[in-house]
């Protein structure tokens, strides 16, 4: 088996390819729901997109020989996944449940301060799903994946120069939605 994980001095893994795959599903779980959340606007849409993401990645497991950057590419496949059922929720007009984002935030020590974050958590999102779906999951790999330039680039299959510029867009989109430029 020659997947490595994502960092570079991490050595070649010769484990069956199920237990890589599992595994990196359980490291990558809480970046990988979170990216999806960002992308589908709900946890239950995330939650199932991260399920779907898992069994499409497991059909494929015989393949992971062949894969260079295991986290790039099952972000790659989150990422599809998640625009695949957002677009199908959209279509169902769902919505998200009263109080889902006070259960992502539960450090928050009071009700002022959930408050406070909710609403910045609101004007993050708004101002996510405004941005191309290009810049989008630019920014979601780097920032949720935390992926490098150059991993973004060779995940996605696009220019390294052309990752920066859509990072350097999307950063300039959030900047001035969200009044921080």
Request: charged share 30%.
């Amino acid at each position: 088996m020659k997947v490595s994980p994502s960092t570079p001095d991490a050595e070649v893994d010769a484990r069956p390819a199920a237990d890589v795959l599992a595994d990196a599903f359980a490291r990558y779980q809480d970046e990988l729901v979170g990216t999806l959340y960002y992308v589908v606007g709900n946890v239950e849409d995330a939650r199932d997109a991260l399920q779907e993401c898992f069994l499409k990645c497991w059909k494929h497991r015989a393949e992971l020989d062949t894969i260079e950057n295991l986290k790039a590419w099952v972000f790659r496949i989150a990422l599809n996944t998640g625009r695949d059922i957002r677009t199908t929720a959209w279509r169902r007009r769902r919505t998200s449940l009263v109080g889902e984002q006070n259960m992502l935030a539960t450090k928050n020590p009071g009700p002022h301060a959930c408050l406070e974050h909710d609403e910045d958590l609101s004007r993050l999102r708004r101002a996510l799903a405004d941005l191309r779906n290009e810049e989008q999951e630019v920014f979601l790999l780097r920032q949720n994946a935390q992926m490098s330039y150059e991993e973004i680039a060779q995940s996605i299959g696009i220019p390294l120069g052309t990752v920066k510029t859509r990072m350097r867009l999307a950063l300039e989109k959030l900047r001035l939605a969200l009044g921080t430029a």
